[in-house]
């Protein structure tokens, strides 16, 4: 079992640009594949980005590819977003998810386990 605690939401103008992280527990975070999803309000849940465990893969949801880096340090047990170019509809709260299944990784909120408590992310226009 992991536990994931996001830090580095909050306030920002359209353009500018955030970095959340998203430190895991335990000595087995090098053996889970990470997402960032978020969640605007009276939306659902929607896919960000995901990382393989190693870190050599990602995979982008059209509307933040080019825009949004997912990275990872595995000696840190954390994962990254970073955030450039921010734009008003990027409002939402911001959650990382854990899956240690047999795929390099997953886009599917149903496809993992552990969830975070999410951090809000405001961009102003």
């Known amino acids: 079992q992991v536990q994931l605690v996001e830090s580095g939401g909050g306030l920002v103008q359209a353009g500018g640009s955030l970095r959340l992280s998203c430190a895991a527990s335990g000595r087995t975070f090098s053996t889970y594949a990470m997402g960032w999803f978020r969640q605007a309000p009276g939306k659902e849940r929607e896919f960000v980005a995901t990382?393989?465990?190693?870190?050599?893969?990602?995979l982008y949801a059209d509307s933040v590819k080019g825009r949004f880096t997912i990275s990872r340090n595995n000696a840190k047990n954390t994962v990254y977003l970073q955030m450039n170019s921010l734009k008003p509809e990027d409002t939402a709260v911001y959650y990382c998810?854990?899956?240690?299944?047999?795929?390099?990784?997953?886009?599917?909120?149903?496809?993992?386990?552990?969830w975070g408590q999410g951090t809000q992310v405001t961009v102003s226009s």
């Open positions: 990382i393989s465990r190693g870190g050599s893969r990602t």
């Open positions: 998810a854990a899956e240690r299944g047999s795929s390099a990784y997953y886009s599917q909120v149903r496809e993992y386990d552990y």
